[in-house]
């Protein structure tokens, strides 16, 4: 049996990163043996991403879709998601710092029922990130995986390289992200039990400029709340009743 696979690809002024992206993409799933194909939701760029888009669908199962109202990577992969072809989902960042040689990995793992959700992960035993990272992104990196530990089972939840069934994201409840973290909304929002973790070599930017930014770390914050929310409802309305409640039956006592 073919293993089918859509690969989701958001893009906003990545063009030069497309066809080396496209090529070790083909490549990599080629040698899996899969039918695949590679969907980039270009935020309307305007950079040239079309045309090279176009050029290289005479070569691979690659298309485009420009999005001229929406903005986002997260709601770029629910697009994508929208106009996949196959059943097994995956979304990579276009910049290559996620190896697409990692992608047989991640799927086999979903294909075979291992996992409800594959991660690549810079964390896991034999993971690791290329080049230099100074304290400061150290420290803002331990501290967005240290916030959202109680949400998910994974050393890695900030990672944006993951796949999953059709079913999975079908399932989830109310998808509602801001910011970058569509892997973690989707664990949460699915209510995820099996993970599997695959280790990745976390690269350097191929080209282009990262789009992480002040604005980014400040809506993810406000996305962790809307999380915990919805996780944890029960015990943020609840404590205070139960608190409220004690104090009342004791001071009645008295």
Known sequence: ?????SVI???FREAPNIEPLTRRVFDALADARFDA?????????????????ERLAAEYPVRILVRTEERGLASAVLCGFEH???????????????PPEAIPDLVDAVATGRAELAVGSRYAQGGSI????????????????????PLVRLRDPMSGFAA??????????????????????????????RYVEVPISFATRHAGSSKLSLRE????????ARL???????????????????????????
């Open 9 to 11: 690809v958001p893009a």
């Open 37 to 53: 194909e590679l969907i980039i939701v270009d935020d309307n760029s305007q950079d040239g991403s079309v045309e090279i888009v």
């Open 84 to 98: 996949a072809g196959h059943d097994i989902l995956v979304v990579m960042d276009a910049d290559l710092q996620h």
């Open 217 to 224: 770390q400040f809506l993810y914050l406000n996305h962790l």
């Open 130 to 149: 290329a080049g230099e990272w100074n304290w400061l992104r150290k420290l803002n990196s331990f501290g967005a995986t240290l916030l959202a530990l």
């Open 228 to 254: 915990y929310w919805f996780r944890f409802k029960w015990l943020i309305v609840g404590a205070p009743l139960v608190a409220a409640a004690t104090i009342a039956v004791a001071t009645a006592i008295l």
């Open 164 to 193: 999953l069934h059709r079913d999975t994201w079908k399932r989830a409840d109310r998808l509602n992200p801001v910011g970058y973290k569509i892997t973690l909304e989707l664990a949460v929002k699915a209510r995820c039990k």
């Open 1 to 5: 049996m073919v293993t089918r696979v």
